[in-house]
């Protein structure tokens, strides 16, 4: 199993990407994780939020596969303590050997499309954050995540 974060847009704020390449380098230790960046659109101005959608929809689906189990990080979805993320994650572990797939969709939000492919929808917060910070606050949860199912001092309870 591997964990991938696919996102649209680059990440282009410095700390982001300092961010995502250590709790990158910390995930490694336990599970392979990779950040798929799908590229910005071009030329929407005359394109509505929906047309947008569509295509940075299309654009995701491309890059999934069948077997994926696709979790989309959206506002609408399920919140969780850490503890309990650890206990989910840990549990789709032990019944599946498919790759997770936790999916950030650009500013409008995601497509029917990939809202009818997701297996699940996770929310970070009530609050909004940008979705270049999405990144980083995912990225230490998951990392947060493994050492609590490994037992390591790193989150205090």
Do not use: C, N
Request: aromatic fraction near 10%.
């Amino acid at each position: 199993m591997k964990i991938t974060l696919l996102t649209v847009g680059r990440t282009d704020v410095d700390w982001v990407k300092e961010s995502l390449d250590l709790y990158g380098s910390r995930l490694s230790h336990y599970v392979p994780f990779s950040v798929v960046e799908i590229p910005q659109l071009k030329g929407t101005a005359s394109l509505s939020k929906e047309q947008i959608k569509e295509k940075e929809g299309e654009a995701i689906l491309r890059i999934l596969k069948g077997a994926d189990h696709v979790v989309l990080l959206d506002e609408r979805g399920k919140e969780y303590r850490s503890v309990e993320f650890a206990g989910v994650l840990q549990g789709f572990m032990s019944r599946s050997s498919a790759d997770l797939v936790f999916v950030t969709g650009g500013a409008y939000g995601f497509s029917k499309a990939v809202y009818d492919r997701a297996d699940g929808k996770m929310s970070l917060s009530k609050m909004t954050f940008s979705h270049q910070m999405v990144r980083t606050i995912f990225a230490e949860q998951l990392y947060r995540a493994f050492t609590i199912i490994k037992g390591e001092p790193y989150h205090h309870e």
